[in-house]
């Protein structure tokens, strides 16, 4: 793993793993440390906000999809954009499951960004580090 990502507390981690699996927002709970877990939704808002800001993660709706076969099913829309993040990052729902699977449709979800997926995955030897460091 990459510096970037050593220096990441176990929260941020989670924010980050959540990208990475292109899961809905409210995923992040089951990763997230177990002190942030009960934060307010501002102060986890904010930890996200950091990672957005770095560019390593992007906030997107959920959006349908349908499968070669016709199978339905869904995939990252459009980006939020970054100015309307705090308010709607402030709304409490966004980050409970939605009650059942078809309402999966506009919901918020995380992707990685080509740099985020290089803070995740380079390791050291290809940094340039040491060997052993």
Same mark, same amino acid.
């Given at each position: 793993?990459?510096?970037?990502?050593?220096?990441? %507390?176990?929260?941020?981690?989670?924010?980050?793993?959540?990208?990475?699996?292109?899961?809905?927002?409210?995923?992040?709970?089951?990763?997230?440390?177990?002190?942030?877990?009960?934060?307010?939704?501002? *102060?986890?808002?904010?930890?996200?906000?950091?990672?957005?800001?770095?560019?390593?993660?992007?906030?997107?709706?959920? *959006?349908?999809?349908?499968?070669? %076969?016709?199978?339905?099913?869904?995939?990252?829309?459009?980006?939020?954009?970054?100015?309307?993040?705090? *308010?709607?990052?402030?709304?409490? %729902?966004?980050?409970?499951?939605?009650?059942?699977?078809?309402?999966?449709?506009?919901?918020?979800?995380?992707?990685?960004?080509?740099?985020?997926?290089?803070?995740?995955?380079?390791?050291?030897?290809?940094?340039?580090?040491?060997?052993?460091?």
């Amino acid at each position: 793993m990459s510096r970037e990502w050593d220096a990441l %507390d176990e929260s941020r981690r989670a924010f980050m793993i959540n990208a990475f699996e292109i899961d809905i927002l409210p995923g992040v709970w089951g990763d997230l440390a177990e002190e942030d877990k009960k934060l307010p939704v501002s *102060a986890l808002a904010e930890m996200l906000l950091d990672l957005v800001d770095r560019g390593w993660v992007e906030v997107r709706r959920v *959006a349908p999809w349908t499968a070669p %076969d016709g199978t339905p099913g869904y995939q990252p829309g459009e980006p939020v954009p970054r100015a309307e993040l705090p *308010a709607v990052l402030a709304d409490p %729902d966004e980050w409970e499951y939605p009650a059942e699977w078809a309402e999966w449709i506009g919901a918020l979800t995380l992707t990685e960004t080509p740099e985020g997926w290089r803070v995740n995955r380079i390791g050291p030897e290809e940094e340039g580090y040491p060997a052993g460091s």
